[in-house]
């Protein structure tokens, strides 16, 4: 069982920047797909980036350009840098361990998230 921890989280102005990082437990990190998602208050939890084990990357069309999805697989560690943030960026960021990308991404384990607060 992969266990997923996130940090970095926190309370930015808008136009800020914030790197959220998820350290991943397990010698199969390096041939994992990871995934970053975000749920906002009242609303479904949504993919915001994701990247597969060669290092392809794929985004939300609300982020790109915005935010970078990487990967250290000697620190078994994903992250989430987010520049240019905006008010609607807020929400509880989720980490996720995948077997599957591309439009629609399988998760098979969530990290326990970490809350984004973007003040206008």
């Known amino acids: 069982q992969v266990q997923l921890v996130e940090s970095g989280g926190g309370l930015v102005q808008a136009g800020g920047s914030l790197r959220l990082s998820c350290a991943a437990s397990?010698?199969?990190?390096?041939?994992?797909?990871m995934g970053w998602y975000r749920q906002a208050p009242g609303k479904q939890r949504d993919v915001v980036a994701t990247i597969t084990s060669g290092g392809s990357t794929n985004y939300a069309d609300s982020v790109k350009g915005r935010f970078t999805i990487s990967r250290d697989s000697a620190k078994n560690t994903v992250y989430l840098q987010m520049d240019s943030l905006k008010p609607e960026d807020t929400a509880v960021y989720y980490c996720?361990?995948?077997?599957?990308?591309?439009?629609?991404?399988?998760?098979?384990?969530w990290g326990q998230g970490t809350q984004v607060t973007v003040s206008s």
């Open positions: 397990g010698s199969i990190f390096s041939i994992t797909a």
């Open positions: 996720a361990k995948l077997i599957k990308t591309g439009p629609k991404p399988i998760v098979t384990s």
